[in-house]
């Protein structure tokens, strides 16, 4: 049962202002953006039509709390095929950006964010790759890339203090 | 008849730009096969490779985290193309995607590319202008080099393979940010590349189904699922073999075969190669160079077939 008391009206113009919100009133509701969905097709803890649906009623907590936002694999195919153009992995990314603000960061997420401050890349460069790569005739690779950790902690995404791992 | 007419869009007598390759997170770790392969045909065809070892991860994976810190490192990594001047060739189809998207941000809206280049400036001391073109390595081969060129490096006789290829979905969309490359719900130019190869491209139900890639980190059973169902489809069609053009669709479908071969309770045992590996069997580069020993599910059979086929 949806209490109209806890439903945040403006949600859905703070979701408009942000990069890839933009078109989220456009929705009509057709459905075509869930009819050709492939995470839909293995769950249905995954459905797009009622995600903008529950957004635009002002579902606030409910949908930045939530895992569903996250599960789109970004596949492009609802955008292709919208009607209303409402760009929706876009409007997910708008979605996830502000769950971040609000403090809802999956641990996964937490743990790129770590790796990329680390390492520049999500998977490490290490001496033991570039020995692979020189034994290849392959051009070695930076170890790390300290202007990333810069650009994340400027960012206030990452933290300087180093943790013991 | 299909019309392939728009694979030829410059004359082969000319050579290709010399590129920036951008080799992204997962390509130098988990795809050095791919990597191999595609220096090896690039050389062949005469496609010039610049390394700029200070490019990182392109950004994509915290587009969804934040949309600014993605632009501020896809931003860096086109400055460092920038500043030697090259366009940058992926091999990777997401970050592709993710550098083309934030080239089409930075020069479509100038207040944007202002802030993006104060805060580069300040804290890292780059710049970026918003000059660089962006490309796959595949479309290189499609677009500049061209199917005469290559169809004049052909030695070895593939007609015995059936394969089938996986375009993956960043290589065609969004239409909004690639333009119409071509028909991001028919597209086409793979398997043309497949052909040129002399193997018989094969079509399968459902051919532009997700990897699930996206939703690996998020989701595991989730996204094995979405593997799964297409190798269920390739397998059908009894595929040789999948063709592909990005780690990251690579990953699902042959780092993660084992996985998905226990949670469906059967063998799949399909091989998985990178077009440029397919490429160079075609052009008589032997196996070795082309890193297939290091492709977890062993092409053995397929290798076999070729051999009987030259034989």
């Known amino acids: 049962m949806i209490d109209s008391d806890d439903l945040d009206p403006d949600f859905k113009s703070l ?34 039509r009622k995600i903008i649906r529950m957004a635009l009623l002002g579902m606030k907590k409910d949908v930045l709390s939530s895992q569903f936002i996250w599960l789109c694999s970004s596949c492009y195919t609802c955008q292709e095929r919208c009607p209303q153009d409402v760009k929706i992995p876009e409007l997910m990314n708008a979605l996830k950006n502000i769950a971040v603000k609000e403090g809802y960061l999956p641990s996964v997420m937490k743990a790129q964010l770590d790796l990329l ?25 930076q170890e790390k890339t300290e202007e990333v950790r810069i650009i994340l902690e400027r960012l206030g995404l990452h933290r300087e203090e180093k943790s013991d791992r | 008849m299909r019309d392939w007419g728009f694979i030829v869009k410059k004359k082969a007598t000319v050579n290709p730009s010399p590129y920036a390759l951008f080799l992204g997170c997962t390509v130098p770790v988990r795809a050095v096969n791919y990597e191999t392969s595609a220096r090896k045909v690039a050389s062949r065809l005469g496609v010039q490779f610049t390394d700029i070892p200070e490019f990182s991860c392109c950004g994509y994976p ?52 202002k802030r993006i280049n104060e805060d580069l400036s300040r804290w890292i001391g780059k710049k970026y202008e918003g000059g660089v073109r ?6 290189v081969l499609q677009e500049e080099v061209g199917e005469k060129r290559i169809a004049a490096e052909i030695q070895v006789d593939l007609s015995s393979l059936r394969l089938a290829p996986h375009y993956g979905c960043h290589y065609t969309k969004p239409t909004t940010v690639y333009g119409r490359l071509e028909d991001p719900e028919n597209p086409t130019s793979l398997d043309r590349l497949i052909e040129l190869s002399g193997a018989k491209s094969i079509s399968y139900e459902n051919k532009l189904q997700c990897c699930g890639g996206g939703v690996l980190a998020i989701d595991e059973g ?14 059908a069609c009894q595929a040789d073999a999948m063709v592909l053009v990005c780690p990251f669709c690579n990953i699902m479908y042959e780092a ?27 052009m008589g580069i032997a196996p070795d160079e082309l890193g297939l020993k290091m492709n977890r599910v062993r092409p053995t059979e397929l290798l076999k077939k070729i051999s009987r086929g030259a034989g």
């Open chain 2, 256 to 282: 993660n075969q084992k996985k998905i071969e226990k949670a469906n309770a059967k063998e799949y045992k399909l091989p998985v190669l990178f077009y440029p590996q397919l490429l160079g069997l075609a």
């Open chain 2, 62 to 113: 915290i587009k969804s985290v934040n949309h600014y810190a993605y632009l501020l490192m896809a931003a860096r990594n086109l400055a460092l193309a920038e500043e030697k001047a090259l366009p940058l060739c992926t091999l990777c189809s997401a970050c592709c995607g993710s550098l083309t998207e934030a080239n089409h941000q930075i020069h479509e809206d100038p207040a944007l590319r």
């Open chain 2, 222 to 235: 989730v996204a094995l699922a979405m593997a799964g169902r297409k190798l269920d489809h390739v397998q």
């Open chain 1, 117 to 141: 401050a680390s390492f520049g890349r999500l998977l490490e460069i290490t001496d033991f790759e570039n020995e692979k790569r020189k034994d290849l005739d392959l051009p070695l690779l």
């Open chain 1, 15 to 48: 979701i408009a202002k942000e990069p890839g919100g933009e078109h989220i009133t456009r929705c009509f509701s057709c459905g075509t953006c869930t009819a050709g969905c492939p995470v839909r097709e293995v769950t249905d803890r995954y459905n797009p």
């Open chain 2, 134 to 139: 962006v490309t796959h390595f595949t479309r």
